[in-house]
């Protein structure tokens, strides 16, 4: 347990640090002013957001679940979720976050195998998501990237989107085999191991995928559901502080651009990125004065609220000794891959 509350005291830290950092450097004589005029009830209504978008995650799971021939109740996906949130925020890269996910749908009665496909099909779901709606981002907002033209970026989104479905028919056809094997030469046996695991994986996730469209289809859906309502927390607070004609599209489209981002960086659960990156692409639409609160209220309402509550979720069903458990969960995962290998 040692080593778990070193962990949680360095990200209490780091989070504070981040947020404090975050607040002193975008607080001018402003920040007083807009802070009396705030409005109470958005907090509510930025919190009942934050609630829809977790339900959508919890009915998603569920529907994926059942696609896989498994069956497990809202109860039991609201801890998965929940899960996800706290050991993604304690690891670098979110890495964390799929084992949990792991941890608690095998509690649930899911068999590993499956379990670790699920896992994957939810994280390609919102990714793919994304990337879908980055081409509207695009063409809306020209003022994403200062210095890169829309034009440009708008030929990236459209490159990363062909290079998606091309990765998809590849490894539905088996073609990226060769690709993976010569890449994972580059590394030593212990990585290589989890590169083919991950491989895998994603090869079962894609059939899935393909084994029932209409599915899959509901799932797609609720996916941007789920992310949507969780962007929609930042145009709730931006209503507390009175701010008229909220342009809620190029609100919530930059949100999907930064959180596109947030999927590939290496800081735990994207904090300091996350901040920053709100900062950078909101400083001239939020009110003078307040884009550091706001990013900082967002993430605590976002992130950090969802994290003590996977952490409750976590001492519940695991004890004390879940980290033990964590270590566990790796090493069968990665038996049971390298056995169905």
């Given at each position: ?8 005291t ?16 975008t ?8 802070l ?46 929940f ?26 009665g ?7 496909v ?25 003022k994403?990237?200062?210095?890169i ?11 990363g ?52 469209p ?57 904090s ?29 309402i ?10 409750y ?19 069968e ?9």
């Amino acid at each position: 347990m040692n080593k778990f509350y070193r962990k949680l005291t360095f990200l209490t830290l780091f989070v504070f640090v981040i947020s404090f950092a975050v607040i002193y450097t975008t607080v001018d004589i402003n920040t007083l002013k807009n802070l009396t005029a705030f409005h109470t009830w958005s907090l509510f209504l930025a919190l009942f957001f934050a609630l829809l978008g977790m339900f959508f995650d919890g009915s998603r799971l569920m529907h994926l679940v059942k696609i896989s021939n498994e069956k497990i109740t809202l109860y039991e996906a609201v801890q998965v979720i929940f899960g996800n949130y706290f050991l993604a925020l304690l690891t670098p890269g979110a890495t964390g976050g799929a084992v949990a996910q792991l941890m608690f749908l095998r509690r649930a009665g899911v068999p590993t195998s499956k379990a670790a496909v699920l896992v994957v099909v939810r994280m390609l779901g919102s990714i793919f998501f994304l990337a879908v709606c980055l081409p509207f981002l695009f063409l809306r907002d020209e003022k994403i990237v200062p210095g890169i033209s829309n034009e440009i970026l708008l030929c990236l989104a459209f490159v990363g989107i062909f290079l998606i479905v091309w990765c998809i028919w590849g490894l539905k056809k088996g073609y990226l085999d060769y690709f993976i094997i010569q890449i994972s030469k580059h590394f030593n046996i212990s990585k290589r191991r989890r590169i083919f695991a991950f491989y895998r994986e994603t090869k079962k996730a894609i059939e899935l995928l393909f084994h029932a469209p209409k599915a899959m289809l509901v799932f797609f859906i609720e996916s941007g559901l789920n992310l949507l309502c969780l962007y929609a927390i930042v145009p709730a607070l931006l209503l507390g502080l009175g701010v008229s004609g909220v342009d809620w599209f190029t609100i919530m489209a930059r949100m999907i651009c930064l959180n596109f981002i947030l999927y590939f960086t290496p800081t735990p659960g994207g904090s300091g990125v996350a901040e920053g990156g709100f900062v950078f692409l909101f400083s001239d639409t939020v009110p003078a004065g307040m884009v550091g609160i706001i990013a900082v209220t967002w993430r605590l309402i976002a992130e950090y609220l969802p994290f003590f509550i996977g952490f409750y979720y976590t001492i519940k069903v695991f004890g004390h000794d879940f980290l033990a458990k964590h270590s566990e969960t790796v090493k069968e995962f990665e038996e049971a891959d390298e056995n169905n290998g």
